[in-house]
């Protein structure tokens, strides 16, 4: 049986954007320039939805020589979060930084220290092992003995493949949209008063 994948990334823009304060509340409550700074500085939360389609090739044989192939189709949905401030949108570090987060800031921080050592290694990796690989092919075709050659070769593409995952690991979002969206409310609700009693 073998399996194919073709991935294919559809990006829906779906807004859910949340205010603790917003339109008329805010006219009605805020001077001009009030609802200006206000408006600028407010946390807001936006969803998009990832739609991911993927193909399942399965392969049989008929008789001795002959095979079919069916395929199978199938799709699934994530949908992921991003801040804003007023217009702007922020990084996830950015928005727990302001919104006084420290606990979560820290795990964010590390886990990007641990992204880019391995981003790096897994490079190097791969480098040495493309390297190698070309150098038992070559060791290979030039020497009579080819044990050398295939020994090198071996190696050097189980270094590759050990490269691959380092290069393609992220850290583990697990903050959830309902979170994120109760932390720029709660923002909102201190940045309004704060403007509100301001002299």
């Not at 001009?32 to 969803?47: C, D, F, H, K, V």
């Not at 007023?86 to 964010?108: C, H, N, Q, W």
């Not at 641990?114 to 070559?138: D, E, H, P, Y």
């Amino acid at each position: 049986m073998k399996r194919i994948f073709a991935i294919s990334i559809i990006l829906i823009l779906a807004s859910s954007l949340a205010f603790a304060a917003t339109g008329s509340t805010v006219s009605s409550t805020l001077t001009e320039n009030q609802r200006a700074e206000y408006l600028s500085n407010a946390l807001s939360i936006e969803t998009r939805e990832h739609t991911y389609t993927y193909t399942d090739a399965y392969t049989y044989p008929i008789g001795r020589f002959g095979a079919y192939t069916t395929y199978d189709t199938n799709h699934y949905s994530e949908t992921n979060w991003y801040p804003y401030m007023g217009p702007t949108e922020i990084s996830k570090l950015d928005f727990f930084r302001l919104t006084g987060y420290d606990a979560i800031v820290a795990r964010m921080e590390k886990d990007l220290k641990t992204q880019r050592a391995l981003v790096i290694s897994g490079g190097t990796l791969m480098t040495a092992g493309f390297i190698g690989v070309i150098t038992g092919v070559v060791l290979m075709c030039t020497m009579d003995d080819i044990l050398p050659g295939t020994i090198t070769t071996c190696i050097s593409a189980v270094a590759m493949g050990a490269g691959i995952p380092m290069m393609l690991w992220e850290p583990n979002d697990d903050i959830s949209i309902s979170f994120a969206v109760g932390v720029a409310d709660d923002y909102n609700r201190k940045l309004l008063e704060s403007i509100r009693n301001k002299r």
